[in-house]
């Protein structure tokens, strides 16, 4: 061996450095896959066990004996009611918030007071949120328990989940084409109008996605303000108070005894699929912009 | 050609102008009230937080100043707000909160921490994407879902395997807040791992280091404040959680001595108790003392780990 192929081979240290490298990258796979198999382990069972009860009569149907028995219509209806309320509500808030921040504000006191209030918006627990909507909405604005009092609560809650999703598609709008709009003479809110929105439509309905996705899945900011236990009507106003799924969830696992083991699982699964689909809808949608982006 | 004074142009020509300086006008007005919209939307958040803070605050305050000790509250064993004469020690809750997040963290830094290095530093190409998906789609799962999960799943398991009478205990709940919390730990994680410039992971490349001494000699240390930030924030979203633990705690209103315990979190009492509490009653306030007591906890732990986030990102 000449002196020039030993100096490219390996020293010990190195092949250690290698060896150790190897077993680190191994170990950091299989703990990441803890954090996903159990969980995957999870949705089978509740799959393995939800899965025959899901009949169309089981999502058509009146829960009887206080949803023992019977389907989930006005729960899915009550949801479907409440998440509407929290989209008319959180959206144009949002949206405008997201608006003023990327296209309007300075870093001023304001702006940084604007940033903080959305940090921690999105870290109150989610039964201080229930609390405030028992506070404002159901007493002080006097909506009463309603779809409207529990829409405005998840609102709140989802706020700021619309407004970080619609800043980051705002600011994904390369600076250039706002200076050529200006440039032409128009105005700021004529550039934004028919040059920012339309180029970032994709994040505001990521925006709208995430939002139902939590909106649907919350219990806790929906007990108190409009949820009940059971009203076998769906509503037919905002006034009115309805079931809701994942109140039912909550009912039908904790309260109410003698319920067969396939129910919970089913709602549970109902819930899931609803989240997990939106989610992936969101996904596919950012995956595809990414992909054919002009800029 | 467009020297002939105003008066003697074409009547049509005029209004062209006219109109489009109206036009100008309008559009000057729309930009105008677009401007103020948008404003107050961006306002609207702040004055969501404020009142949070008052409205809570004022249904709690005047009952923590007149009629609260607290230092019942912060010590006291027993809470009973319901007998005779009613007793608002929210000691046992506090423990309770406590040593669920606790579980809640041992079990998810590790996981997420290890994950975020997995993800960020060693996966590659398309399996790193779907692993990002993955871990994104688990953060979504409803927490009424993980109570059921805790009820249904866990609890049986735990009983079984640790021969208890009942398997809901603070450790069925720290695993269920664990799992919750740890995809979001670990998106927040991988950012920071993400913030260490490449030019830092190079020259140690360079120098002749492997992958793994790059992560732990270079990578690590540098992202320490934002991995910081991210088990800041798990405790803070363990510590908010509500019906997962609820249903998983067991929900006995006692201090635990074990992991093995039943326990109850301040959190799921006031989701227990609000509804059968009436309006303006006694007990009714003390709950909102609660929450308020969860707000300020949450918004300290908030703004301390946003503060560590934008120090980070100036420089």
Redesign the interface.
Same mark, same amino acid.
């Given at each position: 061996m000449t002196a020039l192929d030993t100096t490219f081979l390996p020293t010990a240290r190195?092949r250690r450095? +290698?060896g150790? =490298?190897a077993v680190?990258?191994t170990?950091?796979?299989a %703990? !990441?896959l803890? &954090? &996903?198999v *159990?969980?995957l382990g999870?949705l089978a069972? @509740?799959v393995i066990e939800g899965a025959p009860a899901m009949t169309p009569s089981f999502f058509l149907d009146k829960p009887q004996k206080l949803g023992a028995a019977g389907g989930i219509w006005p729960a899915l209806v009550g949801t479907v009611w409440m998440t509407g309320v929290a989209l008319v509500v959180a959206l *144009?808030?949002?949206?405008?918030?997201?608006?003023? &921040?990327s296209?309007?504000?300075r870093d001023t006191w304001? !702006?940084r007071?604007?940033n @903080?209030?959305?940090?921690? @918006?999105?870290?109150?627990? /989610? %039964?201080? +949120?229930?609390?405030?909507g028992?506070?404002?909405f159901v007493?002080?604005l006097h909506f009463g328990e309603s779809i409207l009092a529990a829409g405005c609560t998840l609102a709140?809650m989802t @706020? *700021?989940v619309v407004?970080v999703a619609t800043r980051e598609s705002l600011q994904a709008v390369p600076r250039s084409f706002r200076d050529a709009c200006w440039s032409m003479g128009a !105005?700021?809110? =004529?550039t934004?109008?028919h040059i920012v929105l339309p180029n970032s439509i994709s994040g505001i309905l990521t925006g709208l996605i995430l939002v139902v996705?939590r909106a649907?899945?919350?219990?806790?900011p929906i007990?108190?303000t409009g949820a009940v236990f059971l009203r076998l009507v769906p509503p037919e106003t905002v006034f009115d108070r309805s079931m809701a799924l /994942?109140?039912h969830?909550?009912t039908v /696992?904790?309260q109410v005894t003698n319920v067969p083991?396939a129910i *919970?699982?089913a709602v549970?699964l109902t &819930?899931?699929l609803v989240?997990?689909s939106m989610?992936?809808i969101a996904?596919a949608f950012r995956m595809k912009l990414r992909g054919r982006k002009k800029w | 050609m467009n020297t002939t004074p105003a008066a003697t142009r074409p009547r049509q020509d005029l209004e062209a102008i006219a109109a489009g300086l109206d036009r100008r006008a309008a559009n000057w007005w729309s930009d105008r009230v677009a401007r103020w919209l948008v404003t107050a939307g961006g306002v609207s958040a702040i004055l969501f937080i404020a009142g949070i803070f008052v409205f809570i605050g004022s249904q709690g305050f005047e009952f923590a100043w007149n009629r609260l000790s607290i230092t019942e509250l912060l010590f006291g064993e027993r809470w009973e707000p319901t007998a005779n004469p009613p007793s608002y020690g929210a000691f046992s809750l506090l423990a309770g909160t406590a040593w669920i997040t606790v579980v809640a963290m041992i079990v998810a830094v590790p996981l997420s921490f290890c994950a975020a290095i997995f993800v960020g530093e060693f996966a590659r190409g398309r399996a790193r994407e779907w692993l990002k998906i993955l871990i994104e789609l688990l953060a979504a799962i409803p927490s009424v879902v993980w109570g059921v999960i805790g009820l249904q799943v866990m609890g049986p398991w735990i009983q079984h395997l640790f021969g208890l009478q009942s398997g809901l205990n603070v450790l069925n709940a720290g695993i269920i807040l664990g799992l919750m919390a740890a995809p979001i730990m670990t998106t927040i994680a991988e950012d920071a791992l993400k913030a260490v410039p490449d030019s830092y992971r190079e020259a140690a490349e360079s120098l002749g280091a492997s992958r793994w001494q790059v992560v732990r000699r270079v990578v690590l240390p540098h992202a320490r404040p934002g991995l910081s930030a991210a088990v800041l924030l798990g405790i803070g979203r363990a510590f908010g959680e509500t019906i997962a633990v609820l249903m998983a705690s067991g929900h006995r209103l006692m201090a635990p001595g074990s992991v093995f315990d039943p326990a109850a979190t301040i959190t799921a009492t006031i989701a227990a108790e609000l509804g059968e509490a009436a309006v303006d009653s006694d007990h009714y306030q003390v709950l909102f003392v609660l929450g308020l007591v969860l707000f300020l906890i949450t918004f300290t732990i908030n703004l301390i780990a946003d503060r560590i986030v934008r120090g980070r990102r100036r420089p």
């Open positions: 190195e450095a +290698h150790v =490298q680190v990258r170990g950091f796979l %703990i !990441t803890l &954090l &996903l *159990p969980v999870i069972v @509740l *144009p808030l949002g949206v405008a918030a997201a608006i003023y &921040l296209e309007y504000a304001l !702006t007071l604007i @903080l209030a959305i940090v921690n @918006l999105a870290g109150v627990p /989610s %039964i201080v +949120h229930a609390l405030f028992v506070g404002a007493h002080f709140v @706020l *700021p407004i !105005t700021r809110w =004529q934004i109008r996705c649907v899945g919350e219990t806790a007990m108190f /994942s109140f969830l909550y /696992s904790t083991r *919970p699982f549970a &819930l899931i989240v997990l989610n992936a996904i | -």
